[in-house]
T-cell receptor, first 114, second 112 residues
């Protein structure tokens, strides 16, 4: 099974809401990632988890809060977002977070902040 | 700063021809480069990885080259088909971590 799943597919939230994005993989990968992608732009790295510990935070605002409950699951908690946070949020995984390993991406969650 | 660039925003070709996409990097020397395909509204899909000591890598109709002198990778799709129409992203790692940075992507359209 080389699939990364993400839920929900679409999410509309107000600026005062709290919501969470979920990501799951069962490939035994020990590195998981969150990316943000705006229209017609490449994915931009937000967070890297390695062996369930946060290893990279690309200076992401605190209204985005990642969590890795176990080696298969990755969450992104959202709170007090701004309209400019509307984007496609992608989760990815790889065997480890170093070396020549490809990343497997999920289908993404399309987030709209109103 | 480290930069990875794909100079062509869009490429239109006729079915059956070879598509060639370019990726250039500056201010660093990546140990390897990766190529991904992305369809609209979907996550990128890994296609090929090439190491700096490999000149060429092939997979079915796909070929990628890595020229460390020119600081460039070329991605070729031979006998292109309309189903190959997508955005193709070049990516490389920075530092020792799997922190991928992506080029802006080239949107390929293959016309029947």
């Amino acid at each position: 099974d080389t699939e990364v799943t993400q839920t929900p597919k679409h999410l509309v939230m107000g600026m005062t809401n709290k919501k969470s994005l979920k990501c799951e993989q069962h490939m035994g990968h020990r590195a998981m990632y969150w990316y943000k992608q705006k229209a017609k732009k490449p994915p931009e790295l937000m967070f890297v988890y390695s062996y369930e510990k946060l290893s990279i935070n690309e200076s992401v605002p605190s209204r985005f809060s990642p969590e890795c409950p176990n080696s298969s699951l990755l969450n992104l908690h959202l709170h007090a977002l701004q309209p400019e946070d509307s984007a496609l949020y992608l989760c990815a995984s790889s065997e480890v977070d170093w070396g020549p390993y490809e990343q497997y991406f999920g289908p993404g969650t399309r987030l709209t902040v109103t | 700063s480290q930069k990875i660039e794909q100079n062509s925003e869009a490429l239109n070709i006729q079915e059956g021809k070879t598509a060639t996409l370019t990726c250039n990097y500056t201010n660093y020397s990546p140990a390897y480069l990766q190529w991904y395909r992305q369809d609209p509204g979907r996550g990128p899909v890994f296609l090929l990885l090439i190491r700096e000591n490999e000149k060429e890598k092939r997979k079915e109709r796909l070929k990628v080259t890595f020229d460390t002198t020119l600081k460039q990778s070329l991605f070729h799709i031979t006998a292109s088909q309309p189903a190959d129409s997508a955005t193709y992203l070049c990516a490389s790692m920075t530092g020792g971590y799997n922190k991928l940075i992506f080029g802006a992507g080239t949107r390929l359209a293959v016309h029947p």
